[in-house]
Protein backbone atom coordinates (compact mmCIF):
# COMPACT_ATOMS: atom_id res chain seq x y z
CA UNK A 1 0.00 0.00 0.00
CA UNK A 2 2.80 2.49 0.85
CA UNK A 3 4.32 1.35 -2.38
CA UNK A 4 1.62 3.61 -3.98
CA UNK A 5 2.64 6.68 -1.78
CA UNK A 6 4.92 9.93 -2.41
CA UNK A 7 8.31 8.85 -1.38
CA UNK A 8 9.27 11.20 1.31
CA UNK A 9 12.52 10.06 2.41
CA UNK A 10 15.22 7.81 0.64
CA UNK A 11 18.83 6.93 1.66
CA UNK A 12 20.71 4.62 -1.37
CA UNK A 13 23.59 3.50 -0.29
CA UNK A 14 24.60 5.90 2.53
CA UNK A 15 28.02 5.73 4.29
CA UNK A 16 29.60 7.59 7.19
CA UNK A 17 33.05 7.66 7.60
CA UNK A 18 34.50 9.16 10.80
CA UNK A 19 38.24 9.75 11.30
CA UNK A 20 39.40 8.77 14.55
CA UNK A 21 43.42 9.73 14.45
CA UNK A 22 44.98 7.45 12.19
CA UNK A 23 41.48 5.17 12.35
CA UNK A 24 38.36 5.09 10.10
CA UNK A 25 35.18 4.34 11.50
CA UNK A 26 32.28 3.46 9.92
CA UNK A 27 29.12 4.67 11.47
CA UNK A 28 27.04 3.90 8.45
CA UNK A 29 28.22 1.11 5.83
CA UNK A 30 26.05 1.42 2.89
CA UNK A 31 22.62 2.02 4.22
CA UNK A 32 19.50 1.90 1.77
CA UNK A 33 15.89 3.59 3.64
CA UNK A 34 12.67 4.88 1.66
CA UNK A 35 9.90 6.41 3.81
CA UNK A 36 6.52 7.01 2.31
CA UNK A 37 4.67 10.08 3.05
CA UNK A 38 2.04 9.03 6.23
CA UNK A 39 4.18 6.13 7.25
CA UNK A 40 5.00 5.82 10.85
CA UNK A 41 8.52 3.53 11.17
CA UNK A 42 10.50 2.46 14.28
CA UNK A 43 14.43 2.03 13.80
CA UNK A 44 16.14 -0.36 16.32
CA UNK A 45 19.80 -2.00 17.30
CA UNK A 46 21.81 -2.17 20.03
CA UNK A 47 24.29 0.18 20.75
CA UNK A 48 26.93 1.67 18.24
CA UNK A 49 24.71 0.31 15.26
CA UNK A 50 24.20 3.36 13.75
CA UNK A 51 21.11 4.54 14.47
CA UNK A 52 21.89 8.04 16.04
CA UNK A 53 23.96 9.03 12.73
CA UNK A 54 21.04 7.61 10.59
CA UNK A 55 18.77 10.01 12.34
CA UNK A 56 21.40 12.84 11.77
CA UNK A 57 21.37 11.60 8.03
CA UNK A 58 17.11 11.56 8.07
CA UNK A 59 16.99 15.09 10.23
CA UNK A 60 19.65 16.87 7.79
CA UNK A 61 22.16 17.18 10.82
CA UNK A 62 24.64 16.07 8.41
CA UNK A 63 25.92 15.33 5.81
CA UNK A 64 26.90 11.41 4.07
CA UNK A 65 30.74 11.08 2.88
CA UNK A 66 29.19 8.41 0.30
CA UNK A 67 25.87 7.96 -0.83
CA UNK A 68 22.63 10.27 -1.71
CA UNK A 69 19.61 11.40 0.71
CA UNK A 70 16.45 12.91 -1.07
CA UNK A 71 14.07 14.60 0.59
CA UNK A 72 10.73 15.21 -1.13
CA UNK A 73 12.29 14.19 -4.62
CA UNK A 74 15.85 16.73 -3.87
CA UNK A 75 19.10 15.51 -3.15
CA UNK A 76 20.30 17.28 0.22
CA UNK A 77 23.84 15.10 0.50
CA UNK A 78 25.62 17.99 -0.15
CA UNK A 79 24.10 20.88 0.87
CA UNK A 80 25.80 23.95 3.04
CA UNK A 81 24.98 23.85 6.90
CA UNK A 82 22.65 27.43 5.99
CA UNK A 83 20.40 25.76 3.48
CA UNK A 84 20.62 22.21 5.61
CA UNK A 85 19.45 23.91 9.01
CA UNK A 86 16.32 26.33 6.51
CA UNK A 87 15.34 22.87 5.47
CA UNK A 88 15.35 21.52 9.17
CA UNK A 89 12.96 24.26 9.89
CA UNK A 90 10.56 23.62 7.51
CA UNK A 91 10.43 20.22 6.90
CA UNK A 92 11.35 18.53 9.82
CA UNK A 93 10.44 18.25 13.61
CA UNK A 94 12.29 16.70 16.31
CA UNK A 95 11.53 15.43 19.57
CA UNK A 96 14.15 14.29 22.09
CA UNK A 97 14.75 12.00 24.85
CA UNK A 98 15.62 14.43 27.12
CA UNK A 99 12.65 16.89 25.56
CA UNK A 100 15.80 19.83 25.40
CA UNK A 101 13.85 22.50 26.47
CA UNK A 102 15.17 26.10 27.12
CA UNK A 103 14.45 26.21 31.31
CA UNK A 104 14.83 30.30 30.62
CA UNK A 105 11.52 30.18 28.73
CA UNK A 106 8.17 29.72 29.50
CA UNK A 107 6.21 26.14 27.88
CA UNK A 108 4.47 28.54 25.67
CA UNK A 109 7.79 30.42 24.35
CA UNK A 110 9.36 27.34 24.45
CA UNK A 111 6.70 26.02 21.69
CA UNK A 112 7.33 29.52 20.01
CA UNK A 113 10.90 29.14 19.43
CA UNK A 114 10.79 27.45 15.73
CA UNK A 115 8.49 30.06 14.71
CA UNK A 116 10.79 32.86 15.49
CA UNK A 117 13.02 31.65 13.69
CA UNK A 118 11.28 31.00 10.23
CA UNK A 119 10.45 34.82 10.52
CA UNK A 120 6.41 34.25 11.63
CA UNK A 121 4.78 37.28 12.30
CA UNK A 122 4.01 37.55 15.93
CA UNK A 123 0.54 37.43 16.19
CA UNK A 124 0.38 33.52 14.01
CA UNK A 125 3.07 32.53 16.52
CA UNK A 126 0.90 33.27 19.28
CA UNK A 127 -2.03 31.55 18.14
CA UNK A 128 -0.33 28.63 16.97
CA UNK A 129 0.94 28.52 20.17
CA UNK A 130 -1.75 28.57 21.67
CA UNK A 131 -3.20 25.77 19.44
CA UNK A 132 -0.67 23.25 19.99
CA UNK A 133 -0.21 23.31 23.95
CA UNK A 134 -4.41 22.91 23.59
CA UNK A 135 -3.69 20.14 21.45
CA UNK A 136 -1.47 18.15 23.76
CA UNK A 137 -3.51 19.12 26.73
CA UNK A 138 -0.98 21.79 28.31
CA UNK A 139 -3.42 25.08 28.04
CA UNK A 140 -3.17 25.29 31.50
CA UNK A 141 0.44 25.03 31.54
CA UNK A 142 1.57 27.17 29.23
CA UNK A 143 3.30 29.81 31.50
CA UNK A 144 5.19 27.57 33.66
CA UNK A 145 9.18 26.82 33.21
CA UNK A 146 10.13 23.63 31.92
CA UNK A 147 11.58 22.96 35.82
CA UNK A 148 7.98 23.61 37.05
CA UNK A 149 6.48 20.59 34.67
CA UNK A 150 6.68 16.86 35.04
CA UNK A 151 8.39 15.09 32.46
CA UNK A 152 5.42 14.03 30.61
CA UNK A 153 4.29 17.35 30.73
CA UNK A 154 7.95 18.08 29.31
CA UNK A 155 7.83 16.05 26.80
CA UNK A 156 4.32 16.63 25.91
CA UNK A 157 5.97 20.42 25.40
CA UNK A 158 8.52 19.08 23.06
CA UNK A 159 5.77 17.10 21.18
CA UNK A 160 4.16 20.69 20.20
CA UNK A 161 7.21 22.44 19.68
CA UNK A 162 7.78 19.89 17.48
CA UNK A 163 4.77 20.72 15.12
CA UNK A 164 5.26 24.03 15.43
CA UNK A 165 6.12 24.96 11.53
CA UNK A 166 3.78 22.21 10.34
CA UNK A 167 6.75 19.67 9.57
CA UNK A 168 5.97 17.27 7.25
CA UNK A 169 8.08 14.56 9.24
CA UNK A 170 8.51 14.08 12.59
CA UNK A 171 11.50 12.72 14.02
CA UNK A 172 11.45 10.93 17.64
CA UNK A 173 14.77 10.56 19.40
CA UNK A 174 13.61 7.71 22.02
CA UNK A 175 10.29 9.84 23.14
CA UNK A 176 9.33 7.38 25.76
CA UNK A 177 13.38 6.84 27.27
CA UNK A 178 13.24 9.27 30.51
CA UNK A 179 9.79 8.23 31.38
CA UNK A 180 8.29 6.23 33.46
CA UNK A 181 5.92 3.30 31.63
CA UNK A 182 2.44 4.99 32.37
CA UNK A 183 3.71 8.32 31.02
CA UNK A 184 5.14 6.43 27.98
CA UNK A 185 2.46 4.94 27.05
CA UNK A 186 0.43 8.28 26.86
CA UNK A 187 3.48 9.54 24.66
CA UNK A 188 3.22 6.70 22.45
CA UNK A 189 -0.66 7.09 22.38
CA UNK A 190 -0.36 10.64 21.17
CA UNK A 191 2.19 10.00 18.23
CA UNK A 192 -0.17 7.40 17.05
CA UNK A 193 -3.31 9.87 17.27
CA UNK A 194 -0.89 12.31 15.40
CA UNK A 195 0.10 10.16 12.93
CA UNK A 196 -4.03 8.89 12.18
CA UNK A 197 -5.36 11.34 12.51
CA UNK A 198 -2.68 14.26 10.85
CA UNK A 199 -1.36 11.74 8.75
CA UNK A 200 2.21 13.15 9.78
CA UNK A 201 5.31 11.24 8.79
CA UNK A 202 6.72 10.03 11.89
CA UNK A 203 10.26 8.26 11.91
CA UNK A 204 11.22 7.03 15.82
CA UNK A 205 14.33 5.60 17.34
CA UNK A 206 14.21 3.47 20.16
CA UNK A 207 15.48 0.76 21.99
CA UNK A 208 12.40 -0.79 23.39
CA UNK A 209 10.77 -3.48 21.36
CA UNK A 210 7.20 -2.75 22.73
CA UNK A 211 7.15 0.58 21.61
CA UNK A 212 8.89 -0.12 17.95
CA UNK A 213 6.35 -2.95 17.40
CA UNK A 214 3.45 0.26 17.70
CA UNK A 215 5.02 1.51 14.25
CA UNK A 216 3.84 0.56 10.80
CA UNK A 217 7.43 -0.92 10.52
CA UNK A 218 10.17 -1.97 12.41
CA UNK A 219 13.74 -1.24 10.70
CA UNK A 220 16.44 -3.25 12.72
CA UNK A 221 19.73 -1.43 12.27
CA UNK A 222 23.13 -3.53 13.05
CA UNK A 223 26.85 -2.78 11.61
CA UNK A 224 25.09 -0.20 10.09
CA UNK A 225 23.16 -1.06 7.44
CA UNK A 226 19.14 -2.05 7.66
CA UNK A 227 19.31 -6.01 8.66
CA UNK A 228 15.59 -6.40 8.82
CA UNK A 229 12.07 -5.00 8.16
CA UNK A 230 9.73 -6.49 10.05
CA UNK A 231 5.90 -4.92 8.99
CA UNK A 232 3.10 -4.83 10.88
Known sequence: MTENKELIIELKDVWKTYHIGDI?????????????????????????SGKSTAMNMI??????????????????????????????????????QKFNLLNTLTAK???????????????????????????????????????????????????????ANDPEVI???EPTGN????????????LKKLHREKGTTVIMVTHDRKVAEQADRVEYLQDGIIVKDLKR
Open 109 to 163: ENVILPQRFQDTEKEFRDKKANELMDLVDLKDRMNHKPSELSGGQQQRVAIARSL
Open 24 to 48: DVHALRGLNLKVHKGEFIAIMGPSG
Open 179 to 190: LDSQTGVKVMDF
Open 171 to 173: LAD
Open 59 to 96: GCLDIPSKGVIYLSGKDISHLEESELARIRGKKIGFIF
